[in-house]
């Protein structure tokens, strides 16, 4: 007498349970992509970040000062929100992800505009605590330009370094908002009804998404190590 077969399930067993269950199974990628990219933890920074707004509006938290200074505090907590989807972008696979993954380009530019989407949302949630320079419509286009940049950075540099766009432009922005710049790249500086601001920084986002979709964060260079 053998044991042999006795850990085989009976045929069939498998075909029936994946058709049973076909959502799980359909679905086990995309939850793998976004648990490699830390997706779970920057929906929790994003939410953290809309209620550091509500709380800063809803207790005044600001700057005394000029237009640099009344839009600081909601300039950085956009940037921050900006920065957090720009370095979920980098992945621990490298080479051997893009070799084998074929649905990459839907999963990034999936994960970057559910992760845009949710900051906006947390955003838009955290603005109703007080007064907003510029209102939501401000609030959504800085947002979207500055992830823009972010996502560029994590194509040119990498996602680990992504978040040194969103933080060069904050630096720039500023400089423009002190120094009462008025071109549309630096668009925190126009109304929020400004159609050149809307179009820099949405074509910034847009660039940024089918670029990091089509061409992934740039990965860490891999040093030959001894054979």
Sequence with gaps: MTAAGVHRPPPGAAQARLAFWPAPALLRLPWLYLVSRRVPAALGLLAALGALLWAALYWNWSVAGGPAARQLVPLVIETGAAAVIAVTTYGPFGDTERATGRWLPWLRLGMALLLTAAAAGALAAGATGGYLP??????????????????????????????????????????????????????????????????CAYGVFAAGIVAVALLGARGPTRRPGPE
Excluded: H, K, Q
Aim: hydrophobic letters at 50%; aromatic letters at 10%.
């Design 134 to 199: 510029g209102g939501s419509l401000a609030m959504l286009r800085n947002l979207a330009g500055m992830t823009g940049t972010g996502l560029l950075c994590a194509v040119a540099l990498g996602g680990a370094f992504a978040w040194t766009g969103p933080m060069a432009y904050l630096l720039i922005a500023e400089g423009a908002l002190a120094g009462s710049w008025t071109t549309p790249w630096a668009w925190p500086t126009r109304p929020p009804t400004d159609l050149g601001g809307a179009l």
